[in-house]
């Protein structure tokens, strides 16, 4: 048989040492392989029956590679694994319940003229079918049961252990009573116990089939991470790999590479993309002295910086470490089927004991037997069929719809919790703010036209964001360019071009000052504008001052409904950035955010999290950055703006395509929906079955009265779930 | 004792010259290799009753250079 196999191989430093792995393994019996030197990653093909995924690691470890699944590969495949595993034991029950469901007509008081063998009427055929079903199939239930007795608590696996074992054990004493005594005509139960397994496993199919992706948010991380430094040793160039760099070694990072660990500036200048990191689209200037971030990526200029953290201590390593820990501690959610469970279970269990007291003492006292008997179907009857499925159709039918509006579930639990939320955090950039800087004010104080003209003219030749947004706008008002002879960027001051005769110059107060051009005539619209928290610049021509243009991230058009509408469902709003106060102030005032949490350093997002939880609030985290993966990660329910990146996504529990910020309250409504669906359907699944404890207790028990409750209830369930998909949220 | 010059190729580094020169020092019966990167030429000093060339050229292929 013919399998794919996907593996990380590690330690290729040249196009020789990949194509020489593939050569080894093409030479295999039965092996293709594609060596990919830059993703270091291998795809091969191999004939199971000729060799196995072991003997190819094996044969690239002695070539002197390391070799090890792909980590993505594996989980998705025991996903899948999972997935097939659970469909055939679903199939397995049902091919086994059908007939034992088929009986159940039997029972019926009406005739149907049905056909009904005598085989399926034999109680050792029924316990034939029943058996491994109750044992085989359901033995999860036992072990589920088990763990949750130890530690003192009653849930769901409790009750369905509880149930179908009375009826299964029930039904077995009964069938042994037909020995010897061929007119006796024992109640038999099988079908309860064997459907209510059947149907439990259908719930689980549903809700796996329901489960998004799988969460890989860690090797997303660490495929940021730059792979190779170069490192100055007495004057020389070395190019190292990220593992070998050592505290103070000076690096040397190139325009357009990532900086490789987190260091000091100590020769050079320009301007470097943090955004991965901090979430901010506007490229922070870098001269000697500042601190960079490994990861980040350098724009412009050349920069020598001294390593001053390496490998485990650096910035990403450490959101790495927080986002695997959030993810591996976080409890496991307090199921509503559990909650529910952990009452119905000891009230069974007493009104059965009470029975069996009153038949001993009172109704025939000191018969055991008949006493023991009544206790226990009492039992049987308040096995509840449609138990298994209350939970998942619910869930099928919310995320479904769910994902119909934009909002992405990453698993049921979530649409269980998300409705308890009463603290949500707001990062600004890119979740507030569209995190595209836009040109917001434009003012000229000679002719318009032709200072944008002049303006537009020289940022073409620009590549900085800010300039993009100049261009952009130049287009939006129609404006003509003119040819540029000279172009200088000047990092951390500005740009100085010639066209024509005229030398024009756009940038801070220290550009102005540098070509001693008198800047008081915009000093007040300057001012004004970085009050209101933009990035403000002058325009000179010549040495005159003919304008100011202002450039800012703008807020999202729905972000103050959605604000409004979640301080509506009575949630504290806050909003966290790494940005300054003002600008922070400036923009929380835009969509009415009273709570304002500014100038947080990447890695103390999770903290402030944390913090509102230690007061006793639901937290959930709305963020789009890898900075923000802790957060969400640490949060009760961590929201990710689909517009954002893969990290967020992948560390968040909901995703929120498109960015629009009402999906939020939106996907608290629906979960609120779903919750009050989930609960309607277990009290479906349980009344008919609770309704039928009395009838045991009185000893009247008959199995058409558990095939009814069973019927009724499975029916009701089903059809209140399909009732929430026609909900108006 | 025998002088024999294999022509290898495909190596490119470091890595390749000492990937073949420990793939053939492994095979009992070679007691010295000289690999020289640049032309593919490299020189074995072998006991041809241990090591015949044939046994070479399987060292050298097994690690993924061709011998010619």
Redesign the interface.
């Known amino acids: 048989m013919k399998e794919q196999l996907k593996l990380d191989i590690t330690g290729m430093?040249?196009?020789?040492?990949s194509?020489?792995?593939?050569?080894?393994l093409n030479?295999m019996d039965g092996v293709q392989a594609n060596v990919n030197l830059a993703m270091e990653t291998a795809a091969i093909s191999f004939d199971t029956e000729q060799v196995s995924s072991n003997d190819i690691i094996a044969r690239i470890e002695k070539?002197?590679y390391g070799a090890r699944f792909d980590e993505a590969e594996q989980k998705q495949q025991y996903k899948e694994e999972e997935l097939q595993r659970k469909k055939r034991k679903f199939l397995l029950s049902v091919i086994l319940s059908i007939p034992l469901l088929y009986t159940m007509l039997a029972h019926i008081p009406v005739d149907l003229g049905l056909v009904m063998p005598h085989l399926l009427m034999n109680p050792w055929f029924q316990l034939l079918l029943a058996t491994p079903v109750q044992f085989y199939i359901g033995g999860q239930f036992y072990v589920g049961a088990f763990k949750a007795l130890k530690n003192k608590s009653a849930n769901m696996d409790v009750l369905v252990t509880l149930g179908t074992s009375a009826a299964y054990f029930y039904s077995l004493a009964e069938g042994v009573k037909t020995i010897g005594n061929r007119a006796y005509m024992p109640h038999l139960y099988f079908e309860t116990s064997a459907v209510l397994i059947t149907l439990i496993l259908l719930g689980k199919l549903f809700e796996t089939i329901a489960k998004g992706k799988t969460t890989l948010a860690i090797s997303k991380l660490l495929s940021l991470q730059a792979k190779e430094a170069t490192v100055i040793r007495d004057g020389k160039q070395w190019q190292i790999a990220i593992d070998e760099v050592k505290v103070s070694d000076l690096l040397l990072v190139k325009p357009g590479e990532k900086i490789p660990v987190d260091g000091k500036v100590t020769l050079g200048q320009s301007s470097v993309d943090e955004s991965m990191i901090t979430g901010e689209s506007i490229p922070v200037e870098k001269a000697v002295g500042d601190t960079v971030i490994g990861s980040t990526i350098n724009k412009n200029g050349t920069l020598t910086i001294k390593a001053v953290k390496v490998g485990k201590d650096t910035a990403l390593a450490g959101i790495i470490k927080i986002v695997e820990e959030a993810q591996g501690s976080k409890a496991p959610i307090q199921r509503v089927a559990d909650t529910i469970s952990g009452y119905f279970v000891p009230i069974v269990v007493a009104i059965s004991l009470i029975t069996f007291l009153i038949w001993y003492f009172f109704v025939r006292p000191g018969e055991f037997s008949s006493a023991l008997e009544t206790a226990i179907a009492v039992l049987v009857i308040a096995c509840p069929c449609a138990l298994g499925l209350a939970t998942p159709t619910s869930i099928m039918v919310g995320t479904g719809k769910g994902a119909e509006m934009g909002i992405l579930f990453k698993g049921g639990e979530h649409l269980e919790t998300a409705h308890k939320i009463n603290a949500i955090i707001l990062d600004k950039t890119g979740t507030i703010t569209k995190g595209q800087p836009i040109v917001t004010d434009f003012i000229a104080y000679e002719e318009e036209k032709k200072v944008l003209q002049y303006l537009v003219s020289a940022e073409k030749s620009s590549e900085h964001p800010l300039a993009e947004a100049i261009v952009r706008y130049g287009m939006e008002k129609r404006s003509s360019t003119l040819p540029v002879k000279r172009f200088k960027a000047v990092p951390g001051y500005g740009i100085e071009a010639k066209i024509g005769d005229d030398e024009i110059f756009v940038g801070t107060r220290k550009l102005m000052n540098l070509k001693n051009i008198a800047s008081q005539a915009g000093e007040k619209d300057l001012s004004r504008l970085e009050n209101e928290g933009k990035t403000a610049m002058f325009i000179a021509i010549n040495s005159t001052m003919v304008g100011v243009v202002a450039v800012a991230d703008t807020v999202k058009e729905t972000a103050k409904i959605a604000v409004q509408q979640l301080m509506h469902l009575g949630i504290d709003v806050f909003m966290l950035t790494g940005d300054n106060e003002r600008t922070a102030k400036a923009i929380a005032h835009q969509v009415g955010i009273a709570n304002v949490i500014a100038e947080v350093l990447p890695e103390e997002k999770a903290n402030h999290v944390k913090e509102l939880q230690s007061k006793g609030l639901k937290v959930a985290m709305v963020g789009d950055g890898i900075n923000d993966a802790p957060a969400l990660a640490v949060a009760d329910i961590g929201i990710a703006i689909g517009t954002g990146t893969d990290v967020a996504i992948e560390a968040a529990d909901i995703t929120i395509l498109g960015g629009e910020l009402t999906l939020i309250p939106k996907a608290m409504a629906l979960s609120k929906k779903t919750m009050q669906n989930i609960r309607q359907n277990l009290f479906w699944a349980l009344v008919y079955n609770t309704g039928g404890i009395p009838i045991a207790a009185l000893g009247l028990l008959a199995p058409w009265v558990a095939g009814a409750a069973m019927a009724f209830s499975s029916v009701s369930v089903v059809s209140n779930s399909l009732r929430l998909k026609r909900m108006n949220i | 004792m025998e002088k024999t010059t294999l022509q290898v190729t495909g190596m490119t580094c470091g890595h390749c010259e000492k990937a073949v020169k420990t793939a053939l020092l492994g095979v009992e019966g070679v007691s010295k290799v000289n690999v020289s990167l640049k032309d593919g030429k490299v020189e074995v000093d072998h006991d041809s009753s241990k090591a015949p060339v044939t046994k070479l050229k399987e060292a050298v292929e097994d690690q993924g250079y061709d011998v010619e």
């Not at chain 1, 430093?13 to 040492?17: D, L, M």
């Not at chain 1, 194509?19 to 080894?24: A, D, G, P, T």
């Open positions: 430093t040249c196009a020789a040492c194509s020489r792995i593939e050569k080894v030479k070539l002197g």
